[in-house]
Each structure stands twice: as C-alpha cells, then as structure tokens.
C-alpha cells in the first residue's frame, strides 16, 4: 500500500553533516504530517525533527539550530538536514508519515508509516 523508503545514513566524524531523505510511494492522497525520529540503544524513541502540511516544523532543544526538517511535496519526500552532529546524536533515524489515503464513497483513511530505519553513527 504505502512504504517509506529511508537513504542517507553512515557514519561522520563529530562537527560533520549529513542528510536523510524519506520517500513515500504508494496511494497517497496526502501526507498531512512527516518527521524525524531516532532510537538509540537502551533509550526510548524520541522526536527530533517535525514538519506539517502548511509547513510549521518543530524542533526538541536537543537539535534546534542543527537539524533541519524540509519536504518536498511533489516527491512525497522529506529531508532532514544535520549539521554540526554529536556523539550523542548517534542512533537509528526512522522516517514518519500519517497519510490520508481516498477510498471509494469519499472516505478518508488516515494512516500512520514508519521508515525501515537508517543508521547514523558519529565518532567522536
């Protein structure tokens, strides 16, 4: 039905760049929200970037000024840009979109996807 598929990870040294991209293909009518999560080991999933459908983002203290969050509609793609990475940003980055997706009668369906994951691993 719907996937996300995740690019960009590898490993960067302390004070280096990377960027994710996240490209969703499928029947889609929509995508309302997409972010940037991350999970390292022995720790909770957290959010670390956000981006809405009129393009509000929304960013944790721990990556504001560093990340930044952007989509691109056309592509039903979302790009997380990160700059000046951390040790401690080393984890692995899952995509999100909620999705609306038509069905016949007008009916709406909104849906949760999750990305299949992509390392990110910074050396200090």
């Known amino acids: 039905q719907v996937q996300l598929a995740e690019s960009g990870g590898g490993l960067v040294q302390a004070g280096g760049s990377l960027r994710l991209s996240c490209a969703a293909s499928?029947?889609?009518?929509?995508?309302?929200?997409m972010a940037w999560y991350r999970q390292a080991p022995g720790k909770q999933r957290e959010l670390v970037a956000a981006i809405t459908n009129d393009g509000s983002t929304n960013y944790p203290d721990s990556v504001k000024g560093r990340f930044t969050i952007s989509r691109d509609n056309g592509k039903n793609t979302v790009y997380l840009q990160m700059n000046s990475l951390k040790p401690e940003d080393t984890a692995v980055y899952y995509c999100?979109?909620?999705?609306?997706?038509?069905?016949?009668?007008?009916?709406?369906?909104?849906?949760?996807?999750w990305g299949q994951g992509t390392q990110v691993t910074v050396s200090s």
């Open positions: 999100y979109n909620r999705i609306t997706t038509a069905r016949p009668m007008g009916v709406m369906l909104v849906r949760d996807y």
């Open positions: 499928g029947s889609i009518f929509s995508i309302i929200d």
